[in-house]
């Protein structure tokens, strides 16, 4: 608090980015000092998002190993209020119970005068306009199909790998007349890890040797894969009258 209490000082508008749902996350403490969180700061401006598995992060390639990405469904659903992953110690109803429990203390109306008094000027009206623009309506209307569609509740909990026809209208909706132009199966994205650092080495320097750039296919990636790489670099200067690289630390 007393970071922010000191950002106050120098910084006429903050906003405080929460991600609720991660591993760590569990039972109704995560929930309630959130809340505690908004309240005792009502100058800041916090957002609440939901974890979503990018490719190419960490957290995309841990949720893919364990099997938790909901792999059926489209990237254009990698944003709020979507659910795209099985959260670990909430089940889908319980999860967007507790977002919106969240989402409605932090556009109470007691909030919204708490932050309208310890704002100045045009901040004030800021945080009025953003009230509105969090669209509450949307988690409720994907917590009212969890509870009463079976199929769209069984696809959320990873006992259905069939996309479930609302996503399918709302993907359609979306792409509007260009709709038709991709078919239910071209929807499914195609997930992969990516490849470890040593990994790449290794590939790239197959790719090389098969293109008779490099010699001794036998090599592994490593150190001799990475002097290989450095003799290249000094020939390719040589050829070019380029400076000389720089003397080496070690």
């Known amino acids: 608090m007393e970071h922010f209490e000191l950002l106050r000082e120098y910084v006429g508008g903050i906003q405080a980015n929460l991600i609720f749902g991660l591993d760590m996350d569990e039972g ?5 000092l959130s809340k505690e969180f908004m309240s005792r700061t009502p100058f800041i401006w916090p957002t609440v998002n939901i974890p979503i598995p990018f490719g190419g992060t960490p957290l995309f390639d841990q949720y893919l190993e364990e099997g938790r990405i909901l792999t059926a469904m489209p990237f254009s659903f990698y944003n709020a209020p979507y659910l795209v992953i099985k959260i670990k110690n909430y089940s889908p109803i319980a999860y967007y119970e507790k ?13 919204l005068a708490a932050r309208f008094q310890a704002s100045r000027g045009p901040i004030r009206v800021g945080h009025l306009f953003r009230a509105r623009e969090i669209r509450v309506h949307t988690y409720r209307r994907v917590l009212t ?3 009463t569609d079976r199929q769209f509740r069984a696809f959320h909990e990873g006992e ?6 609302f ?6 909706r979306l792409l509007g007349p260009y709709a038709s132009l991709v078919s239910r199966e071209e929807r499914r994205p195609v997930l992969q890890q990516r ?3 040593r990994e790449a080495r290794a590939s790239a320097h197959d790719r090389l040797v098969g293109a008779g750039v490099l010699e001794m296919p036998g ?6 894969f990475e002097r290989q790489l450095a003799q290249l670099a000094t020939l390719k200067r040589e050829v070019s009258g380029g400076p000389p690289p720089p003397a080496s630390a070690s």
């Open 160 to 165: 259905s790998q069939e996309l479930p026809e």
């Open 167 to 172: 996503y399918h209208a709302e993907y359609e």
């Open 145 to 147: 199909l969890l509870r």
């Open 28 to 32: 109704d403490e995560p929930v309630e």
């Open 195 to 197: 490849e470890s650092a």
């Open 219 to 224: 090599l592994a990636a490593g150190d001799a």
């Open 99 to 111: 977002l919106l429990e969240m989402f409605k203390h932090m556009v109470s109306k007691r909030m």
